[in-house]
């Protein structure tokens, strides 16, 4: 297979996943050359090594300096993994290529990562659980597909340990999601690790202070984790998701680095703008259904998303250099030129999984 070249760390988990799904071996060059600590970070070179465990007779080379990495992708095996994950990033940093890959291994895999639960710059445990799971089952993932949070860890000591269930399908189904619905219902979950559990209680009031006056039909859960299962840290946060009468669904987060009244407020309110970019996928997980989409049997899938995230712009391209896979980007409402809403189709590869064991 023809070699695939990118320069620099931008997208460089799902580039990895990208080349493990595609088979195509992957050259990274110029991995922060330019920088006072050039090459690979630490949680960059952990995500390499748990590839490693999930497949069989991958190598990867990374240069003497750290600036290049190449991949050539082998057979995703699956089956138990532990993996300890670094506290520069947090599980969801992991979580998310994994997703990806998981559904197509030889068979189902027991993730279970150790390190920080929630942080500011990736997707929490309880996002991955309540919206990214319920995103992978619209591709027919769905039977004994969970995430068991076992302990939380709040950054910067962690602690925390989750396992990924996920089950082996054939291929994935088509999709075709154009509604996004009216939003009927707002979850989410307050939690507080090492610290007074009033502080769950207020982020709740001051979420409600906001999301009351839009709708009745709201449920703020406060999660308590004592003793050993909250991690080694003190920390809270909290994470919102609305649903729609099509279980479109979009969510925020917001974790501790502000009063427990400040944080609700910028997580309701990052919660109101997401409902308003409207679509069926809110922005952090358009990659994700992205890859999914062109990874379904050969048939045109069809996706409502609002504006596309520059992350998502950028696993667009990365899908076209892997899969040779365009997509066709149409405004959602043509008559309406306010809208931002766009209809995003592409024709699946009918990416049938090659590494499944036949019974």
């Known amino acids: 297979m023809s070699l695939v070249k990118f320069s620099g760390p931008e997208a460089f988990s799902y580039r990895l996943a990208l080349s493990i799904l595609s088979g195509r071996p992957v050259r ?15 949680y960059e070179i952990s995500l390499l090594r748990l590839l490693e465990k999930v497949t069989n007779g991958t190598t990867i080379e990374i240069s ?20 300890d994950c670094p506290l520069s990033r947090s599980v969801g940093y992991f979580l998310e290529p994994m997703m990806l890959l998981a559904p197509f291994s030889k068979r189902p895999i027991l993730l279970t990562l150790r390190g920080v639960t929630s942080n500011d710059e990736d997707l929490s445990v309880d996002l991955i659980r309540t919206v990214s799971l319920p995103h992978l089952q619209m591709f ?13 860890g709040a950054a910067p000591l962690g602690g925390g340990e989750v396992q990924f269930l996920c089950p082996v399908i054939k291929q994935a189904k088509t999709l075709n999601f154009v509604a996004p619905g009216k939003i009927k219902r707002i979850r989410g979950i307050a939690h507080a690790v090492r610290i007074s559990p009033q ?27 004592k003793g050993e299962d909250s991690g080694k840290s003190p920390g809270y946060a909290l994470t919102l998701l609305a649903e729609s009468t099509t279980s ?25 703008v997401e409902m308003a970019r409207g679509g069926c996928v809110d922005r952090k997980h358009q990659p994700l259904v992205l890859v999914m989409m062109v990874l379904g049997s050969e048939d045109v899938g069809r996706c409502r998303m609002g504006e596309l995230s520059p992350r998502a712009i950028q696993v667009l391209r990365d899908i076209r250099d892997f899969f040779g896979t365009s997509f066709k980007i149409v405004p959602a409402e043509a008559s309406d030129e306010d809208s931002s809403e766009l209809l995003v189709s592409c024709y699946g590869t009918g990416y049938v999984n090659p590494n499944r064991a036949v019974a």
């Open 28 to 42: 990274i060059d110029g991995i922060r050359s330019s920088d006072t600590n050039p090459g690979l970070r630490d």
């Open 140 to 152: 027919g993932i769905s039977e004994g597909l969970e995430l068991r949070i076992k302990k939380r």
């Open 248 to 272: 479109a669904i979009h969510c925020s987060e917001a974790v501790s680095s502000m009063t427990p009244e400040d944080l609700a407020l910028s997580a309701a309110r990052a919660l109101l």
């Open 64 to 83: 003497y300096t750290g600036t290049s990495v190449l991949l050539k992708p082998g057979v995703i095996t699956g089956g138990p993994v532990t993996h």
């Open 199 to 225: 502080f769950s209680h207020r982020m709740i009031e001051a979420a409600r202070s906001v999301l009351n006056r839009y709708i009745p039909d709201i449920y703020l859960y406060a999660d308590v984790y």
